[in-house]
């Protein structure tokens, strides 16, 4: 049973992006990634991001992380300027990134014992560990777990920090089939439980359908919004539901993919 704890809401964070621009240096040349972007997420929504490889989402998701400050325009979380990272605002890669030298629980519990809170939130890295159902195995390293359980590791380890806000850069791409069928269950499930915003980048246009309230589709780079698509079906989802069938097609035909 989850503990009360793990149960109370997260504070959701909503965030605006005013006209964000970004360009990287290459070489000498500029090379536009984001062009004028204007984006809002609610408290407590699921987005999804898709567009083309390479053209800019990944990017996005780092300024919005705060690991980059963005060429031009402005955003924030909370009403606040965002200029760095913050434990709010949590981003989770496509790799699990554990150190192969830490058990799972040490390996959850990083970004506490980082900010020098592990002792006082101790029980954060047992309740994050029960929350992506990983009773059993805090023990293990990670060369004693799977593919799925080390990714599951990896959202204990956002979640530990008790985000507002969840950053998703493709952290399922790397899962077989059916892991990532599981995973996305769980996925909703905890965001469903926990209550924080969550924004996930994917080239799956199913997955995202499946997960997110709202499906943003992109440009090629430079990145522009070309779509913004509400889902508006109850939780949990199927591949066969005749309006998530529609909105497949509408957003492949956004994606210039229709045919």
């Known amino acids: 049973m989850v503990s009360a704890a793990v149960q109370e809401a997260t504070l959701a964070l909503g965030v605006e992006l005013s006209e964000v621009s970004h360009t990287f240096a290459i070489d000498g040349k500029a090379l536009p990634v984001l062009d004028r972007v204007s984006l809002s997420l609610a408290p407590g929504e699921f987005v999804a991001i898709l567009g083309p490889s390479g053209c800019g989402k990944s990017t996005l998701l780092r300024l919005i992380a705060g690991l980059e400050q963005p060429t031009s325009g402005h955003i924030t979380a909370a009403g606040a300027t965002i200029t760095g990272p913050d434990p709010s605002r949590v981003l989770m890669f496509q790799d699990p990134t554990l150190y192969p030298w830490r058990t799972v629980r040490a ?20 309740e994050a560990l029960h929350l ?14 799977s593919g799925g359980m080390a990714q599951r590791a ?31 269950v769980e996925l909703v499930r905890i965001w469903r439980n926990r209550g924080f915003t969550a924004l996930l980048v994917t080239h799956d246009v199913e997955e995202a359908l499946l997960l997110a309230n709202r499906v943003i589709v992109v440009s090629d780079r430079p990145a522009r919004i070309r779509a913004d698509l509400p889902v508006p079906l109850a939780y949990p989802r199927h591949r066969d539901d005749p309006e998530l069938v529609r909105l497949r097609r509408e957003v492949l035909e956004q994606l210039g993919l229709d045919s």
């Open 107 to 126: 390996n959850v519990g990083l970004g506490l014992e980082a900010r020098g809170e592990l002792r006082r939130l101790r029980h954060r890295v047992e």
């Open 154 to 184: 990896a959202l204990a380890r956002a979640l530990v920090n008790d985000p507002g806000l969840l950053i998703l850069d493709e952290s399922l791409g790397k899962l077989d089939s059916l892991t990532r069928l599981q995973m996305q």
């Open 132 to 145: 992506v159902g990983l009773d059993g195995f805090d023990t293990a390293y990670p060369h004693q777990i």
